[in-house]
């Protein structure tokens, strides 16, 4: 509430909160050795347990989808079972599908920030200098201090360090700027700590939003309005908080879920409630298409570029995740625009 109370404020002229993201924490780290002769999780024989979001020297990146790697990782599984979904799962999976399919449960899915269209339309405006936005931001000392620091993050950085507001807010743009204040509206809500399955995923969610909207951005560099593909990327997963938030109250069992079928259900599942809480939330159409798109399945290919462009950027950030620091020879599958947004990704956060 005080993160919202001071946006609102500084859409008065007055305060505003940092951006400054959640710790790093629970993420598979360093560098990636690849071993061509180990066999990969969808290589596994059925009834043995397959490596879904352990050790780096056995991950595969590229070369088969990261879904139930993730989901394994966020779940602190290290090794799915090649079974079906028990009771207690397909319970937890009925229940998120129900949220997908009617009217969203305030308990269990975040509710959009109501600033934050306000917000966007603030720095977006073009009628408004960049005089006169350091004048607006100038009122919070904390988001002078994250607008510097980002100005000279790698993702913006010039030939020169960036000293003051003003030159900083020239150096993001607008662009820049609406990213910058709606990371710091679209945070709190991943850093939750209703359960033992939230408080330790919401961390490492908030990481992979991080790199699927930036990668959105990156690989629709050409879009007329790549701050919808970034906003796409924002939202892509924002159904894990809702699952997350189930599995607290609906999951009795002490260890947690392994089982392949639920890992695949659930990325499903997460996919659609996805897609449902986008248009709740009223974002632009062509972002709550894309987003929808997740969810379907089978081998027609999409027809429009966001659409396309997110689901690259949902793969290549969620590799980016479980194995950040790939070079060389691991990055081969990829085609030269995803190459480069994974390199983009390892620059702005490896």
């Known amino acids: 509430m005080a993160l919202l109370a001071t946006l609102r404020r500084l859409l008065a002229g007055s305060r505003t909160p940092s951006a400054e993201g959640p710790d790093r924490a629970g993420v598979v780290s360093g560098s990636a050795e690849l071993r061509p002769g180990e066999p990969s999780a969808s290589e596994a024989k059925p009834g043995t347990r397959t490596?879904?979001?352990?050790?780096?020297?056995?991950?595969h990146p590229f070369e088969e989808d990261p879904d139930q790697r993730f989901t394994a990782l966020i779940l602190g599984v290290g090794e799915l079972r090649r079974v079906e979904a028990g009771t207690s799962e397909r319970r937890v999976i009925d229940r998120i599908g129900e949220l997908a399919q009617g009217s969203l449960d305030?308990?269990?899915?975040?509710?959009?920030?109501?600033?934050?269209?306000?917000?966007i339309g603030l720095v977006r405006r073009d009628d408004v200098s960049p005089r006169e936005l350091a004048e607006?931001?100038?009122?919070?000392?904390?988001?002078?201090?994250?607008?510097?620091?980002?100005?000279?993050?790698?993702?913006?950085?010039?030939?020169?360090?960036?000293?003051?507001?003003?030159?900083?807010?020239?150096?993001?743009?607008?662009?820049?700027?609406?990213?910058?204040?709606?990371?710091?509206?679209?945070?709190?809500?991943?850093?939750?700590?209703?359960?033992?399955?939230?408080?330790?995923?919401?961390?490492?969610?908030?990481?992979?939003?991080?790199?699927?909207?930036?990668?959105?951005?990156?690989?629709?560099?050409?879009?007329?309005?790549?701050?919808?593909?970034?906003?796409?990327?924002?939202?892509?997963?924002?159904?894990?908080?809702?699952?997350?938030?189930?599995?607290?109250?609906?999951?009795?069992?002490?260890?947690?879920?392994?089982?392949?079928?639920?890992?695949?259900?659930?990325?499903?599942?997460?996919?659609?409630?996805?897609?449902?809480?986008?248009?709740?939330?009223?974002?632009?159409?062509?972002?709550?298409?894309?987003?929808?798109?997740?969810?379907?399945?089978?081998?027609?290919?999409?027809?429009?570029?966001?659409?396309?462009t997110l689901h690259a950027a949902d793969r290549i950030s969620k590799w980016h995740v479980l194995a950040p620091g790939l070079t060389g020879a691991a990055l081969a599958a990829l085609d030269g625009s995803e190459r480069r947004c994974y390199l983009e990704l390892e620059r702005a956060f490896g």
């Open 51 to 59: 490596n879904a979001g352990g050790g780096a020297g056995r991950l």
């Open 106 to 119: 305030p308990t269990l899915v975040p509710r959009l920030p109501v600033v934050l269209p306000r917000l």
């Open 136 to 308: 607006k931001l100038s009122h919070d000392p904390a988001l002078v201090g994250d607008v510097v620091r980002l100005a000279n993050s790698p993702r913006y950085r010039t030939t020169r360090d960036v000293a003051s507001l003003q030159e900083a807010v020239i150096a993001l743009g607008q662009r820049g700027l609406a990213q910058l204040v709606t990371n710091a509206v679209m945070r709190p809500i991943f850093d939750t700590r209703h359960g033992r399955f939230s408080r330790g995923a919401g961390t490492t969610l908030w990481e992979l939003t991080e790199r699927c909207s930036l990668a959105c951005d990156v690989l629709c560099a050409d879009h007329p309005d790549r701050f919808h593909a970034y906003l796409a990327g924002m939202v892509a997963n924002i159904g894990f908080i809702a699952a997350l938030r189930v599995l607290d109250s609906e999951y009795p069992d002490a260890q947690p879920p392994d089982s392949e079928g639920f890992h695949v259900a659930l990325s499903e599942a997460v996919a659609k409630l996805s897609g449902h809480i986008a248009r709740q939330w009223e974002f632009h159409p062509d972002v709550c298409r894309a987003v929808a798109a997740r969810a379907l399945r089978g081998d027609e290919p999409a027809r429009d570029d966001l659409t396309r």
